[in-house]
């Protein structure tokens, strides 16, 4: 691993400490308050059968994505080369992917901390925030993972980068009110096709 490897590598530790400092003084503030406890329920999901298909469209990346979900491109006005959504129907659900080709150090280490400033930004709505370092040196794949739990707009985001040039993010999205209760089913069904995906993931170059 190169310097600018092992730096990066520092600094993602650096944003999990911090992350956790600032879930943890938001938790305090909120035990001020009075809380009820709610009843656990979940619909009845019938799940599909565990499949994979290789993405590799002409983009400078590769992973596996499951049969049941389709790859689309991202057509809002402001969308970059290979963003794309990969949208689950049957959940009502998207993973929205972004792409970045860095260009210098100051744009990479602008993006990590977006990254994390996108996350945390859930934390008034969320009941925990799970970090974990991603660290694939054969691969050159770095990243944090984050899980997140509660009724906020995403309960999942990532991002892998090669701490060089290629800056990547996706974000799990369901297209409804969220409800954490009822869709937790189908967010830990999704989070072992998002594993797969980061366990896949190849640069190209």
Partial sequence: MDDLEQLSVEMMKNL??????????????????????????????KFPKKEY???????????????????????EGDAGTCWNNLSFPQFNARLHLTYYDVSSAKEYYGLVEDARTLAFKHTVKANAIDQKLISFPERKVYGIYYAIEGNTASSVQFFLTDSAKH?????LYFNERPQYDSIAPVVSFIKRDIERMIDTFKWKK
């Fill in 16 to 45: 999990l400490l911090s992350g956790t400092f600032i879930l943890l003084c938001c938790t305090a503030a909120c035990n001020n308050e009075s809380y009820v406890p709610k009843p656990r329920g979940y619909f009845h999901i």
């Fill in 53 to 75: 298909l290789s993405y590799d469209a002409g983009c400078p990346f590769s992973f596996d994505y499951p049969k049941y979900a389709t790859i689309e491109p991202d057509r």
């Fill in 167 to 171: 800056y990547f993010r996706g974000a």
